[in-house]
């Protein structure tokens, strides 16, 4: 036998049995996109490296260690998108899509690739759902941002999900804020690992979102940014703040968040949810002002945030958060002989033009084989066809809850308004 070839390392396969909790929140985050505004973007799963390099920076974890990278025939650098906002933005750029009148909101599910080491919610091709703003550059835009990621949360009822926020200032506010971190860092120099030691001089705040739990305990002494804002950005986000209480959603101030990627400018969050182990933010976001400038474009404010969808997934399940059940098939029929299974495709044909889910055998099962796969599958009725049944156009139709039998007559009357009213009813019998 041939060997069997295994999914790569990293990766994971959603099966039927489950695509439906995928259905469901996907459904879930659409439906809240669209009341707060947003259009849904699709873009292509490969870019030009340098957009990744560009729009989420070099200094960055992502560009320096995670990228799945590759070099085409043509010899041109191709990347697998680590993330979803730098496609999102060179798609703004291409089709001028600030002629169409701002704000410009657009959400995205995409698949991410990072080469990272797998883990429970760390994957290598992961999922994230994101919602991004361009053309607004006040603080009540940062607020009505997270305010529809706590609407999220909210709706698909998780627990305990706090809101962290910071504010990483301008790049005017950080020129003094890198001063201090570097005299800050410089004195640890030989403790730090050799990325951070890369970053200490081109961009010491990379240090701060080093996961190294070295790095990370030395960072926690490091000066904080909020101590060094300039009066733009500290009345930028104590307004975005304001409007957070006005909208009754809660937060705490965490000086030490900084986000991963470089192109981050005043507001940044995380919505953590402990309880799943490590990777315990299910969505992370902030303000990226200089991000269009960075891939070409006039400049135009930018906010956005992406929640990873197995973390999501995870903290639904850690939560015992029932997710809805696909509804379960309407009829199974159990034919037996040529004319019984031509007659069962036929009414199956029909149900289903009426949108209801029909089933009949296409294995070749005996009788009590079809009827147990009947029961498996969870069919609300079953009607058995054979050919006596064909003879005298009735048979029997079986309410498998109720265990109830209702004689009927085949053909014109047992159509799929008639099936319809049936299901509604859930009791063949008042239909007689
Ligand atoms: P982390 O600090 O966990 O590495 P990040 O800052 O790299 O996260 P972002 O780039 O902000 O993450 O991505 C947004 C969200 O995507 C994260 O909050 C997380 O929920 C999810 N995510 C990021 N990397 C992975 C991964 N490798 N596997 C699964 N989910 C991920
Ligand atoms: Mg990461």
């Known amino acids: 036998m041939a060997q069997l070839i295994k999914k790569i390392k990293g990766t994971e396969d959603i099966l039927p ?20 505004g947003f259009k849904e973007i699709r873009t292509p799963v490969f870019e030009q490296t340098g957009l990744f390099v560009r729009g989420v920076g070099e200094g960055t974890d992502v560009v ?4 799945y990278t590759f070099e085409t025939k043509g010899g041109e650098s191709l990347t697998l998108r680590p993330e979803g906002t730098a496609g999102a933005a060179r798609a703004l750029l291409e089709h001028s899509l600030t002629n169409d009148g701002l704000p410009i909101k657009a959400n995205y599910f995409t698949t991410c690739y990072r080469y990272e080491k797998p ?27 997270i305010c529809a990621g706590a609407s999220i949360f909210e709706r698909l009822q998780l627990q305990d999900v706090r809101l962290e926020i910071n504010s990483i200032g301008c790049p005017a506010c950080r020129k003094e804020y890198h001063k201090a ?23 010491p705040m990379r240090i701060l979102d080093c996961k190294s739990p070295i790095c990370k305990e030395i960072a926690k002494d490091a000066p904080k940014i909020i101590d060094y804002l300039c009066e733009d950005c500290k009345d930028h986000f104590e307004k975005v703040k304001t409007y957070l209480e006005d909208a009754g959603v809660k937060y705490t101030v965490n000086p030490t968040i900084v986000r991963g990627l470089d192109y981050y400018t005043n507001t940044v969050f995380e919505f953590i949810c402990d309880g799943i182990g490590a990777q315990s933010t299910v969505c992370g976001g902030g303000r990226y002002n200089g ?109 498998m809850q109720t265990s109830e039998k209702t004689d009927i007559r085949l053909g014109e009357h047992f159509n799929s308004d008639f099936f319809a009213a049936l299901i509604e009813s859930e009791n063949a019998g008042n239909l007689f």
């Not at 049995?17 to 707060?36: G, H, M, P, T």
């Not at 005299?183 to 001089?201: I, M, V």
């Open 17 to 36: 049995r489950d695509s439906y909790k995928w259905q469901f929140i996907e459904k879930v985050l659409s439906e809240e996109a669209r009341v707060f």
């Open 64 to 67: 320096q260690k995670e990228m």
């Open 119 to 145: 883990q429970a919610g760390r994957q290598r091709e992961f999922h994230q759902f994101g919602m991004e703003v361009y053309g607004a550059d006040s603080p009540v835009a940062d607020a009505e941002l």
């Open 181 to 203: 971190l570097k005299e800050y860092f410089a004195s640890h120099k030989e403790t730090l690992c050799g990325t951070c030691n890369d970053r200490l001089e081109k961009n």
């Open 291 to 399: 991000l269009i400038e960075e891939l070409g474009g006039n400049p135009l404010p930018a906010l956005g945030f992406a929640i990873g969808l197995e973390r999501l997934l995870m903290v639904m399940d850690a939560q015992g958060i029932e997710i809805p059940k696909p509804e379960a098939p309407a009829l199974y029929i159990a034919a037996l002989g040529e004319s019984a299974e031509r007659e069962a495709f036929s009414i199956v044909n029909s149900l289903r033009q009426s949108g209801l889910e029909a089933h009949f055998d296409i294995v070749g099962r005996g009788l009590k084989a079809q009827m147990k796969y009947a029961d498996k599958i969870g069919a609300k009725f079953t009607l058995v066809l054979g050919d006596n049944e064909i003879e005298t156009q009735k048979a029997q139709l079986k309410n």
